[in-house]
């Protein structure tokens, strides 16, 4: 491969790595921001004197958030959810993808299925009829009505599909020959060789998963069932910070931080799964995204 060395390439290189390097930083800093702020005091965030590191440094505002037990039983009911949804939005996607990848010879009906699940994807029955589905089947107020409303995710369908599309016709018609049927031929042959795929729409399903707070604002009647992203909300937007008072040292500690300090450790702690998970996933999220982007 010939590299160009000219001025003009040259600069454009330091361009995009600047830009890259800039637009890098942007994404970071919000988030070392509201770190710095959870571990400052509550006068040092109110002068503003918290800009990228912690001033008089205190872990007051983690010890209490911790120590709730809302706070705890809310990241529970999300870890839950996180495990049956992502499970759930995996195993139909793969369900739903490996016949839809077939040509019209083999799946007649391909076709028109394909158009059904891309209808769903851009018109929606609307709020109020969604309600009263998940009204009808009982599930109001437990972790199947978070669950089970979306656990066909078209998009991820859409993407594992056209990456089954691209995947190598010889080696289905060779494990068709040494007599494997379709669901050893999906286990055996399509899936190991779908692992970019497959982490990505996991990660789309985790924090797809781990973020919603809409829905169990609609869907649970009673406060305790809430996840941890509706929990905040209560907590960050309403500003309902009464739940975090209670014994006398807990009021002392309290005294020595603000409503600031306090919603920045929660939503530090609500994005932290995702930061750890993110980047074991990154090398395959790229391939999967282009590879099942595009049919060959």
């Not at 637009?23 to 990228?52: E, M, N, T, Y």
Request: proline share 5%; with cysteine.
């Amino acid at each position: 491969m010939i590299q160009d060395t000219s001025l003009s390439s040259r600069i454009f290189t330091i361009w995009n790595y600047a830009f890259l390097i800039g637009l890098s930083l942007a994404c970071v800093f919000p988030i070392v921001h509201i770190f710095s702020i959870s571990l400052s005091s509550d006068i040092a965030v109110a002068a503003g004197h918290v800009k990228l590191w912690p001033v008089d440094f205190t872990t007051n505002a983690y010890r209490i958030v911790l120590g709730k037990v809302e706070f705890l039983r809310a990241i529970g009911i999300t870890m839950q959810r996180v495990l049956l949804g992502v499970t759930l939005n995996m195993l139909m996607a793969i369900l739903m993808a490996y016949p839809l990848s077939k040509e019209s010879k083999v799946f007649p009906m391909r076709t028109l299925y394909a158009w059904i699940v891309v209808i769903t994807m851009l018109f929606h029955g609307g709020l109020i009829p969604t309600f009263m589905t998940v009204r009808a089947t009982g599930i109001l107020d437990t972790i199947w009505a978070l669950v089970l409303p979306n656990a066909v995710p078209v998009f991820n369908v859409l993407l594992l599909l056209n990456f089954f599309r691209s995947l190598p016709r010889e080696l289905e018609e060779a494990s068709m020959m040494d007599g494997a049927g379709h669901l050893v031929t999906l286990l055996r042959v399509y899936l190991p060789l779908s692992l970019p795929a497959l982490a990505t729409i996991g990660l789309f399903s985790t924090v797809g998963h781990w973020n919603a707070w809409f829905d169990a604002m609609i869907y649970m009647n009673t406060p305790s069932h809430y996840p941890l992203q509706t929990y905040l909300r209560t907590i960050v937007i309403d500003l309902d910070l009464t739940s975090l008072t209670g014994t006398g040292d807990t009021l002392k500690e309290y005294d020595k931080i603000s409503a600031r300090t306090v919603r920045a450790a929660q939503i530090f702690l609500g994005a932290l799964p995702i930061l750890m998970i993110y980047p074991f996933l990154q090398r395959y999220f790229t391939k999967g995204i282009v590879m099942g982007s595009v049919k060959e």
